[in-house]
């Protein structure tokens, strides 16, 4: 555990906190992309399978299983509770594409060719691409409330705050995950235009709202 | 080393 993997991981967490206070507060879960957060359980499902066997870390495991249940959670509410404020019309993005094109680089990319290292690998490709349904939804309204803007700036930081934990990890202990590091650096790059209207706007006190 | 084997991250 190093510096950048622990503010990644808070910064994850913090995430989920904020998207729960928006819900909760606003009453409503308008600009949150049903089918980003129907990616992340998928994601987190399919990442965390070593629940079943171990070994069981206790830091890892608590923050898997609040991955997981936190993520079905905002599914719950979004299906249920909140239900009349979700966007359908507008959060029509094509996850099949993204799910297909991360089972095929999970089939090409994987440590063993073994159901749970083709998880492992489908899991990163489809996280790298999993914010995409939410920013085409965020693309399509022009605008977002500042605390959505925050919680999809804290989960996109989780990952490139990884980057560095990564090349430390490297030079200190000689080890490197291609697929997590490749994975994450596409993340990133997905996330790229995001953070530049976040910092330009949002942090200057600004609304976020991407030109017409 | 056995432990590369384990994806101990999140």
């Given amino acids: 555990m190093n510096i950048f993997r622990l503010l990644g991981d808070l910064s994850h967490l913090a995430s989920i906190f904020i998207l729960l206070h928006k819900i909760r507060t606003t009453k409503s879960c308008a600009g949150i992309s049903f089918r980003?957060?129907?990616?992340?359980?998928?994601?987190y499902l399919t990442r965390y399978l070593d629940l079943l066997w171990g070994p069981w870390l206790l830091y890892n495991t608590v923050m898997k299983l609040f991955f997981i249940g936190s993520s079905v959670y905002v599914l719950y509410l979004m299906k249920f509770d909140y239900k009349p404020s979700h966007d359908m019309g507008l959060d029509n993005f094509k996850v099949e594409y993204l799910i297909g094109g991360s089972f095929v680089m999970a089939l090409l990319f994987n440590l063993a060719f073994t159901f749970d290292e083709v998880m492992w690998s489908f899991s990163l490709w489809?996280?790298?691409?999993a914010i995409l349904p939410q920013l085409f939804l965020l693309q399509r309204t022009g605008e977002a409330?500042?605390?959505t803007t925050h919680y999809i700036f804290a989960l996109g930081a989780y990952r490139a705050l990884y980057i560095p934990n990564w090349l430390y990890r490297w030079v200190m202990e000689g080890?490197?995950?291609?697929?997590a590091v490749f994975?994450?650096?596409?993340q990133t790059i997905v996330y790229a235009d995001f953070f530049y209207v976040y910092f330009t706007k949002v942090i200057q006190?600004?609304?976020?709202?991407?030109?017409a | 080393d056995e432990l590369a084997d384990v994806h101990d991250e999140l």
């Fill in chain 1, 145 to 147: 409330e500042t605390i």
């Fill in chain 1, 205 to 211: 006190g600004q609304k976020f709202e991407l030109p």
């Fill in chain 1, 126 to 129: 489809l996280e790298s691409v």
């Fill in chain 1, 175 to 179: 080890r490197v995950e291609f697929i």
């Fill in chain 1, 183 to 186: 994975a994450g650096i596409i």
């Fill in chain 1, 36 to 43: 980003s957060q129907a990616l992340y359980v998928l994601v």
